[in-house]
């Protein structure tokens, strides 16, 4: 543990392992890997639901501070795998890939994470270096979150949303225009922003909120 100017340091750790087949340069099989990893934080978290007096933060008698837990930690996994591959090729072609993690649900608003998607790279010979990308995400809100948004609507009626998953559907496509230039527009389609509606302590509390379209461009020059 280390302070710089009244500030606490506390460390964070990590670790990950992977396998790989089917690597090496020239291999005529299908690469893919996995990996597995974890990590964990020493420093303190607020309860997401209770107050440093043992009651929950939407009740009257809440003393306004969550209650202070003792560190974190999580872990992930990771698969890749290509199906498909253009003949004399080694990145060329098609590939799938899933992650999902997760952490404890009373310190962390999301306690389950997972995605998969497709990636399609070079696919034409006049385009060898294009890439298209497809995938659908989803976030859990924890359940103590959710009992939070349960306690609120004791209090304020029936209307009250209760926070539950966030969910993402996106497509992108990386053009190149030169070598070392490409630009990359995006779609993405967000289902229940903020788990469905805001966070009862935020700015807006309570609010819900509805499904979002948001479009991007993004350029990238290396020289």
């Known amino acids: 543990m280390a302070s710089t100017s009244g500030l606490t340091i506390r460390p964070l750790l990590l670790g990950q392992i992977q396998y790989s087949w089917n690597n090496t340069k020239g291999d005529p099989n299908l ?123 004791v209090l304020f009626g029936p209307t009250w949303p209760v926070r539950s998953f966030e969910g993402l559907l996106t497509a992108v496509y990386q053009y190149q225009l030169r070598d070392g230039w490409t630009l990359q527009p995006n779609f993405q389609y967000i289902i229940h922003p903020g788990g469905g509606a805001t966070d009862p302590a935020g700015p807006i509390p309570g609010r819900a909120l509805k499904n979002a379209t948001v479009f991007g461009l993004r350029t990238t020059l290396k020289f």
């Open 31 to 153: 690469t893919g890997q996995i990996k597995f990893g974890g990590w964990r934080h020493l420093g303190p978290f607020s309860d997401l639901q209770l107050a440093s007096n043992g009651v929950s933060l939407a009740a009257p008698a809440s003393s306004g501070t969550p209650l202070m837990l003792a560190g974190d930690v999580g872990g992930w996994a990771v698969f890749e795998q290509q199906i498909y591959r253009v003949p004399k090729s080694d990145d060329r072609g098609i590939g799938v890939f899933a992650r999902i993690s997760g952490a404890p649900a009373d310190r962390n608003l999301i306690d389950l994470y997972a995605d998969a998607g497709l990636e399609f790279i070079g696919l034409s010979d006049k385009r060898p270096d294009d890439k298209f990308g497809i995938a659908a995400g989803y976030a859990h809100v924890s359940k103590r979150a959710q009992a939070l948004d349960v306690d609120y609507r």
